[in-house]
């Protein structure tokens, strides 16, 4: 599996620690930066991951910043990506249960590198449950890209 991975200054050393976990995991990394701790803007590397995701020529990115919150917010914005920010090993699981997500987002300040790489482990062996009533639910979502969701309550009762 090929994981993009991308961060900004405030993440930087969780970053070189979660790739070089990953390459020893077996997993080929694509590091799309920041690569010094000099100030960056975080949405250059979180679109830059989220890119190589959505193309096909990474099967799944995590990008971190200091909180997380920024880069979800970015790799959220490419058509196509499906970011969860991560704290705590049950919603890594559930979101790839449920959620089916291709991106996971980390908060340098938030998790220690411990966790961190037990979130990567968790949510990266993880596979996607198929039940049906979970990929309706992604289309709906996803459909919010093109506007296509339902609007209120009553559609999607249908």
């Not at 991951?49 to 997380?68: F, H, Q």
Request: aromatic share 4%.
């Amino acid at each position: 599996m090929k994981i993009a991975i991308g961060c900004d200054h405030g993440a930087l050393e969780l970053k070189n620690r979660l790739a070089a976990h990953l390459k020893e995991q077996g997993y080929e990394v694509c590091d799309f930066g920041t690569h010094t701790k000099e100030s960056c803007d975080y949405p250059v590397y979180a679109a830059a991951a989220a890119r190589a995701v959505a193309s096909g020529a990474c099967d799944r990115g995590i990008v971190l910043c200091t909180t997380g919150i920024g880069v979800s917010i970015a790799a959220n914005k490419i058509r196509g990506i499906r970011c969860a920010l991560l704290h705590d090993l049950n919603s890594a699981r559930l979101t790839r249960l449920h959620n089916d997500t291709n991106m996971m987002a980390l908060g340098a300040a938030v998790v220690d590198e411990a966790l961190a790489m037990e979130l990567a482990d968790t949510w990266l062996t993880t596979e996607f449950s198929g039940e049906a009533r979970h990929q309706r639910r992604i289309n709906l979502v996803m459909a919010l890209e093109d506007g296509d969701a339902p609007m209120g309550s009553e559609e999607v009762k249908k």
